[in-house]
């Protein structure tokens, strides 16, 4: 999902926190790779 909001954007997160259906529960830190599902919302901490 980071890159394709701006190519070279997913070098600057350092921490993706997500709400939504895959999620086990809000708030949780997930890794880049995570597979999203329709109506997840998205956190990304850069530097």
Do not use: Y
Not at 16 to 44: A, C, R, Y
Request: glycine share 10%.
């Amino acid at each position: 999902a980071a890159e394709k909001i701006l190519k070279g954007f997913s070098r600057k997160v350092v921490e993706t926190k997500i709400w939504g259906p895959s999620s086990k529960f809000g708030g949780q830190i997930v890794g880049l790779n995570h597979e999203l599902k329709d109506m997840d919302i998205i956190e990304f901490k850069t530097r």
